[in-house]
């Protein structure tokens, strides 16, 4: 059973940084891609940034050149950040960790075999 487990979101005053960080835990060969969404109250989730394993990265336009998206790939840590700087008050949301493609063991890498996973959200108030 693969978890994805988030923590340090909060409250933050606009123009402050906060870091969100997400742990995948159980039987885990590589995760392609990693990704952050968050939805606001009252609106649809959306894509906030991706990573790729390689480290190729994609942020939606609201956030580029305030988010920053990273990731560990080092053994038994699989771990995505999201480092949020300047940060305003529609920043506000709960913030979800996605696994897009979880393959458990080489051979289920060899074999295509994969299922995704989300986290259980974070929540981040941006406010003074």
């Known amino acids: 059973q693969v978890q994805l487990v988030e923590s340090g979101g909060g409250l933050v005053q606009p123009g402050g940084s906060l870091r969100l960080s997400c742990a995948a835990s159980g039987s885990i060969f590589s995760i392609f891609p990693m990704s952050w969404y968050r939805q606001a109250p009252g609106k649809q989730r959306e894509l906030v940034a991706d990573i790729t394993y390689g480290g190729n990265t994609n942020y939606a336009d609201s956030v580029k050149g305030r988010f920053t998206i990273s990731r560990d790939n080092a053994k038994n840590t699989n771990t995505v950040y999201l480092q949020m700087n300047n940060v305003r008050p529609e920043d506000t949301a709960v913030y979800y960790c996605?696994?897009?493609?979880?393959?458990?063991?080489?051979?289920?890498?060899?074999?295509?075999?994969?299922?995704?996973?989300w986290g259980q959200g974070s929540l981040v108030t941006v406010s003074s």
């Open positions: 996605h696994a897009d493609r979880v393959f458990p063991t080489y051979s289920d890498y060899v074999s295509a075999r994969y299922f995704e996973v």
